[in-house]
């Protein structure tokens, strides 16, 4: 039972473009979602998070949109550059006093100069 | 850097063995996690402690046990070890204090391989 998902495997964007990375998740009880960003041999580097209470969070070329409704959060990347590409791991944490995170099985990006 | 360490970077051995993985948490975080990244299988989590104590489990093998220590450096060790034991395992840290924006910090990762 996969509870955070990523759908597309990879993702290729020319440089200077946006980068849209996607993650769906089925349980209502998570409250706080996080992007991990991952290279070879390198443990996963924290990105960007968002609180359940908040929609849209922003730090420099990075913004996570949540929708929670639909249960879908985005990671958006503008511009995109070259050292961005990387796989994108999407997190999630329910409430309470478990800090777990369960997370998606990544999206490869790769940017083209 | 994330500030968390972990040793060491490669570890190969054979099935039946038993090893042990170092984490050391960035300062002044009290929460320690272990997750097991397989090929086919995104980071599954596998256990924290805070503070010295058990907080939570995931799916860990009971052939798997951890520690948190006084200095809460972590231990993660692996008994009677399997071919499918073989992964990356990643130490992440956090502050453990808030509930709210407890941000996970991850170290570089053991490689594991059991031939």
């Known amino acids: 039972d996969q509870q955070v998902k990523q759908n597309s495997p990879s993702l290729s964007v020319q440089e200077g473009r946006i980068s849209i990375l996607n993650c769906d998740y089925t349980?209502?009880?998570?409250?706080?979602f996080l992007w991990y960003k991952k290279y070879p041999a390198e443990g996963p580097t924290f990105l960007i998070s968002?609180?359940?209470?908040?929609d849209k969070n922003e730090d420099g070329r990075f913004t996570v949109f949540l929708n929670k409704s639909a249960k879908h959060l985005s990671l958006h990347i503008v511009p995109s550059q070259p050292g961005d590409s990387a796989v994108y791991f999407c997190?999630?944490?329910?409430?309470?006093?478990?800090?777990?995170?369960?997370f998606g099985k990544g999206t490869l990006l790769t940017v083209n100069p | 850097d994330s500030g968390v360490t972990q040793t060491p970077k490669h570890l190969i051995t054979a099935t039946g063995q038993r090893v042990t993985l170092r984490c050391s948490p960035r300062s002044g975080d009290l929460s320690v996690y272990w997750y097991q990244q397989s090929l086919d299988q995104g980071l599954q989590f596998l256990i924290q402690y805070y503070n010295g104590e058990e907080r939570a489990k995931g799916n860990i093998l009971e052939r798997f046990s951890a520690q948190q220590f006084p200095d809460l450096h972590s231990e993660l060790n692996l008994s009677s070890l399997e071919l499918g034991d073989s992964a990356l395992y990643f130490c992440a840290s956090s502050d453990g204090r808030s509930t709210a924006t407890d941000t996970q910090y991850f170290g570089p990762g053991t490689r594991l391989t059991v031939l």
């Open positions: 349980n209502s009880m998570f409250d706080y």
């Open positions: 997190a999630a944490r329910s409430g309470g006093s478990n800090y777990k995170l369960t």
């Open positions: 968002i609180s359940s209470i908040k």
